[in-house]
């Protein structure tokens, strides 16, 4: 199927029709946020999965209750899709988390108003590329990926979900200067101890936790142990939505899979691409 049969353009950028609809779009439009609400903010495939089990994490000081009983979807819902009109969020103590794949100049005027508090994630545009290409070849609700390098191609253009992946990163590296957000990359989660990242996000929620508190909760975050969490790898959508006997959703964990897909033609074009659209940008990305 087409873009035009599966996706619905939404200020600019397609997203999914299946879980977003006008209702959705308007439920987001007109959602009241709270000063205390942590908002995880991805492009897809970026690291969205593994800081929906991060962050509940910490705010439950360690507490494994929420990462085991509820989806991640509903644990830290994204507030543009059908689901969360349905959720109560207005009911949820604080704090509330969400997620959205949105573009800053996509967010809600509650949005600006508030500032409430932003962990925005960023992973290698080449292993982005990657783990896409796999995501678009299970998930029947998305275009099939069709050869590599029309993918790419399309990637590169902002022809698929959510855009841009440059505009999406340039956009939020560039917010208003009284935003609370802090900048983390899949990459640093990774590369370096998880215990750090988590201590970071940890001092960012200003939720201080023990050592041994935040020891667990990187132990459970590690790619094989949270693969192993039902209610986070996503064994419990029906195969019609995502054929996980295609790619898994949890499929590699790893940095530099890129490598392991870009042809050395498509890597110098992505590279041209690439310094051609981030030239302007100072913030110094852990893969360059
Ligand atoms: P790969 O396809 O490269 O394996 P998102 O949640 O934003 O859709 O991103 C999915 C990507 O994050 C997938 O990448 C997935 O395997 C990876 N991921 C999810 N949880 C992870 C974890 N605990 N450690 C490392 N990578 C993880």
Redo the contacts with the bound molecule.
């Keep these: 199927m087409t873009e035009a049969e599966l996706y619905t353009t939404y200020k600019g950028v397609f997203v999914p029709s299946a879980v977003h609809s006008s209702q959705s779009l308007k439920y987001y439009e007109e959602f009241t946020f709270r000063p205390d609400d942590i908002l995880i903010v ?1 492009y ?7 800081m929906q ?1 991060i962050v509940p994490l910490i705010t439950s000081g360690g507490d494994p209750a929420s990462v085991e009983t509820l989806h991640c979807w509903d644990r830290v819902p994204f507030l543009e899709e059908t689901r969360a009109s349905l959720l109560n969020l207005e009911q949820r103590p604080s704090p509330r988390m969400f997620t959205t794949h949105f573009h800053y100049n996509m967010m809600p005027p509650s949005f600006s108003e508030v500032k409430p508090k932003v962990i925005y994630v960023m992973r290698n545009p080449k ?1 982005v590329f ?2 896409s290409f ?2 678009y070849e299970m998930a029947t609700f998305l275009v099939n990926p069709g050869p590599q390098s029309e993918f790419l191609q399309k990637f590169l253009d902002g022809k698929v979900i959510f855009g841009s992946w440059f505009d999406h990163v340039k956009g939020w590296l560039n917010v208003d200067e009284k935003q609370p957000i802090m900048y983390i990359s ?1 990459e640093e ?2 590369m370096q101890d998880l215990k750090d990242a988590v201590t970071r996000i940890a001092h960012f929620l200003e939720k201080p936790l023990d050592a041994e508190v935040i020891e667990k909760i990187a132990d459970r ?3 094989k142990n ?1 693969k192993q969490n039902d209610k986070s790898n996503y064994s419990e959508v029906p195969r019609e939505f995502m054929d996980q006997t295609k790619s898994e ?6 940095a530099g ?1 890129w490598k392991n897909q870009l042809t050395p033609e498509e890597v110098e074009y992505f590279d041209v691409v690439y310094k051609d659209k981030i030239k302007d940008v100072k913030y110094k990305f852990v893969w360059d």
Excluded at 44 to 50: A, D, E, F, L, V
């Design positions: 991805t897809p495939k970026s690291g969205t999965t593994w089990e292993d990657t783990s796999h995501y899949y989660m990774i975050c590690l790619f949270m959703f949890l499929r590699k964990g790893v899979d």
